[in-house]
């Protein structure tokens, strides 16, 4: 199971790398690493505010929703 996080972690990092690396670069994997703790990094913290996120974005269309 944690290979297929692996696995798809780094293939969508690679993806996002070879857009600014070209992929014979002698550091392409270094940068795909770096690129791939990044989006998990990236991932956590929107997870980990996910909560508060949702709860200002109710009460700005709820602000919005009371204007005439």
């Known amino acids: 199971m944690l290979n297929w996080f692996v696995r798809l972690s780094l293939a969508l990092?690679?993806?996002?790398?070879?857009?600014?690396v070209a992929r014979d670069a002698v550091?392409?994997?270094?940068?795909?690493?770096?690129v791939a703790i990044l989006l998990l990094a990236l991932?956590?913290?929107f997870l980990a505010f996910w909560p508060k996120m949702r709860d200002a974005c109710l009460r700005y269309y709820r602000i919005l929703r009371r204007r005439p």
Do not use: E
């Not at 990092?13 to 600014?20: G, H, N």
């Open 13 to 20: 990092a690679s993806w996002v790398t070879a857009l600014f």
């Open 27 to 34: 550091n392409f994997g270094a940068v795909n690493i770096f």
């Open 43 to 45: 991932g956590i913290g």
